[in-house]
Each structure stands twice: as structure tokens, then as C-alpha cells.
């Protein structure tokens, strides 16, 4: 399962959330505002695998709407890959499938 996860300061335009979620390889969808800051928001967008995201992103209209809107999402915002979900309160692990690649931080002594 991939796990779009992204914090935006303001409400999501009129049509964007129901078109993403309306994608068929969008799984499940959900826009919350914070209870402690009513100027935050947060969106979660669940898919299948990485192929089922990047379906969901594809369509022309979803281009041209949905993200130019996650793009204007907070830093740290991003997609992740679930290694364990709880189902019918019972953790389920998940395999990564997604490789990482090389370290970007530099080697130091000890490490």
C-alpha cells in the first residue's frame, strides 16, 4: 500500500479532493482539518502500489488540477510506502517493494 500524505494551510479548491478520489486506483481518500489550528489541513490518499499512484496522477484532468494543488503542499509532505497496517485491530506487515537507493548523506567516522 502507498500512503499520499500532504499538510496544506488552506482548504482544498472546489472539485480537486472529488476528482482525485474519483480515480479508480484511489483507494480511499480523506481531508481533515486540525481541531488544535482550523488553518490546517491534511490530506491521505491510499493506493494499491506505486503503478496505482502514479494511474490516479496520469489522467489530463488530474494534471492539470489536482497537482498544481499538491504542489503547494507544506514541506515533508510526500508518498510512503506501509510496512504494517492494522486491519480488525491486527497489525498486518507489508513487504517493501520499493527499493531505496543510495545514501545522500555523506560517510563519517563510525557509521
Given at each position: 500500500?502507498?500512503?499520499?500524505?500532504a499538510?496544506?494551510?488552506q482548504?482544498?479548491?472546489?472539485?480537486?479532493?472529488?476528482?482525485?478520489a474519483?480515480?479508480p486506483?484511489?483507494?480511499?481518500?480523506?481531508?481533515?482539518?486540525?481541531?488544535?489550528?482550523?488553518?490546517?489541513?491534511?490530506?491521505?490518499?491510499?493506493?494499491a502500489?506505486?503503478?496505482?499512484y502514479r494511474?490516479a496522477?496520469?489522467?489530463f484532468?488530474?494534471?492539470t488540477?489536482?497537482i498544481p494543488?499538491?504542489s503547494t503542499?507544506?514541506?515533508?509532505?510526500?508518498?510512503n510506502?506501509a510496512?504494517?497496517?492494522?486491519r480488525?485491530h491486527?497489525?498486518?506487515?507489508?513487504e517493501?517493494?520499493?527499493?531505496?537507493?543510495p545514501d545522500?548523506?555523506?560517510l563519517?567516522p563510525?557509521?
Amino acid at each position: 500500500m502507498f500512503v499520499l500524505v500532504a499538510r496544506f494551510d488552506q482548504p482544498a479548491p472546489a472539485g480537486v479532493l472529488e476528482l482525485f478520489a474519483a480515480q479508480p486506483s484511489c483507494d480511499r481518500l480523506v481531508f481533515a482539518r486540525s481541531t488544535d489550528e482550523i488553518d490546517h489541513y491534511v490530506l491521505v490518499a491510499e493506493f494499491a502500489d506505486a503503478p496505482s499512484y502514479r494511474r490516479a496522477l496520469s489522467p489530463f484532468d488530474v494534471r492539470t488540477t489536482v497537482i498544481p494543488w499538491l504542489s503547494t503542499a507544506a514541506p515533508g509532505s510526500g508518498v510512503n510506502e506501509a510496512l504494517a497496517v492494522s486491519r480488525q485491530h491486527r497489525i498486518v506487515e507489508h513487504e517493501p517493494t520499493v527499493t531505496p537507493g543510495p545514501d545522500p548523506r555523506p560517510l563519517t567516522p563510525g557509521r
